[in-house]
């Protein structure tokens, strides 16, 4: 399989908060990250559709990383978590 990434990532876990007004707030965290999206572990609860827009909070123990939500694209489903492009 040719990897086609443009962005390198890196293994952390944060939690992420999915929202959209037809299925409320998804919890997950992230197993990766990079500067163009991240693979969210979803664990007993629905997923999103692929190519649906959600808008993502991503948080620490003690607080939010980004105070405004930022809009963000399912690009894959894969057993039990979702591949997030930023949009």
């Not at 990434?5 to 919890?27: L, W």
């Amino acid at each position: 399989m040719i990897d086609r990434r443009q962005h390198e990532r890196t293994s952390t876990s944060i939690r992420v908060e999915m929202t959209h007004p037809s299925f409320g707030t998804i919890v997950g965290f992230t197993q990766d990250i990079s500067d163009g999206g991240a693979r969210v572990l979803v664990e007993n609860q629905p997923r999103p559709p692929v190519g649906t827009i959600v808008m993502v909070r991503f948080k620490k123990m003690v607080g939010a990383i980004n105070d405004e939500p930022v809009r963000m694209r399912v690009m894959h489903q894969l057993r039990n978590s979702v591949g997030l492009m930023f949009d």
